[in-house]
């Protein structure tokens, strides 16, 4: 039976376990056997923010019997019915704390060795949940998994660069990953971690409110020894920019957002950016689109700027 639990998000309600020193192999202290149901293996995680037409899809596509918590980041639409009328255990929360934050929350919500943080615009194939467990299990080196993502029309997507990474390693990632194999970094549209590792690392960088979440996780694990895997033959249909109704409003929000993440990441990765260029870039490009009355475009720049000009 589905549960419903609305509570206020407090300070440090999405908080984990402190990292700690121990290597790989003292964090894994469980025996992954094959032929194990996934329900035993496996939970689901999926964060809505005005997310209702395409989160049933997302939880429908769900091919195996196993939890699914959804974690509601106050949504003003039908986001929490749609969940529920789909069986999925619903936390609903008073305030938007965020995506990290939030997948954070749902993680601590289940016990399953290995955690599935799924998108809401994200609808697996047929297989691909028990696909990402399988090579998990002959991986153990590996901490995080991605499967296959493909656009809508069928286009494998796959991260070509990251903020974060040096030229050689962004040299890797121009090449698409293919079959299985350990790869430099992840998306967060579906990805597949073990708990006890991702508790250990204090879980997604809560400062994080939405964006760069998933190429800061996947330096830390990196740094902590541990790899990142690809499972081509998981596959996932990732939508992309449909988890909320487009607004200008909405654009401003996510712009404003994305850049707050990319200067906070950057300095706390000790990457170079160039905060004074990209604020006459922006505002060079706000201007244009003024002239244009291209409101959505006018919208994203405003958010820009809003953060660049933050102390």
């Known amino acids: ?20 020193n121990r290597s790989p192999s003292q964090v894994i202290s469980f025996v992954e056997k094959r032929g194990v149901p996934v329900k035993q293996e496996l939970g689901v995680v999926v964060v809505t923010f005005n997310s209702a037409a395409v989160v049933g899809d997302a939880l429908q596509s769900i091919d195996e019997d196993v939890d699914c918590i959804v ?92 903020l974060l990474l040096p030229p050689d ?52 694990l990196r740094q902590a020894g541990w790899k990142l895997g690809y499972v081509g033959d998981a596959i996932v249909e990732h939508i992309g920019g449909f988890s909320s109704d487009p607004t200008p409003e909405l654009q401003e929000f996510k712009a404003y957002h994305l850049m707050r993440s990319t200067l906070y990441a950057t300095a706390k990765h000790r990457v170079e950016f160039n905060r004074t260029k990209r604020f006459f870039t922006c505002c060079f490009k706000w201007a244009i689109a003024a002239c244009r009355n291209a409101t959505i475009r006018k919208a994203k720049y405003r958010g820009f700027i809003r953060a660049l000009l933050e102390v």
């Open 1 to 20: 039976m589905p549960w419903y639990w609305d509570r206020q998000a407090e300070p440090g309600l999405g908080s984990l376990h402190t990292p700690s």
């Open 71 to 162: 974690v509601d980041n106050c949504s003003s639409d039908e986001s929490v019915a749609r969940a529920i009328a789909h069986g999925a255990q619903v936390i609903r929360l008073e305030t938007n704390v965020g995506f990290g934050k939030a997948c954070n929350i749902g993680a601590r919500a289940l016990t399953t060795p290995f955690i599935l943080f799924l998108n809401p615009d994200a609808r697996l194939r047929p297989g691909a949940l028990r696909r990402l467990v399988e090579a998990a299990t002959e991986h153990p080196e590996w901490a995080a998994v991605n499967p296959k993502l493909v656009t809508s029309r069928g286009d494998h997507y796959y991260r070509r660069r990251s």
């Open 169 to 220: 390693a962004n040299e890797r990632l121009r090449q698409p990953p293919r079959g299985r194999q350990e790869v430099v970094m992840i998306s967060g549209a579906a990805l597949l971690v073990r708990r006890v590792v991702f508790e250990e690392l204090g879980g997604f960088d809560e400062k994080i409110f939405m964006y760069f979440e998933d190429d800061d996780l996947a330096v830390r």
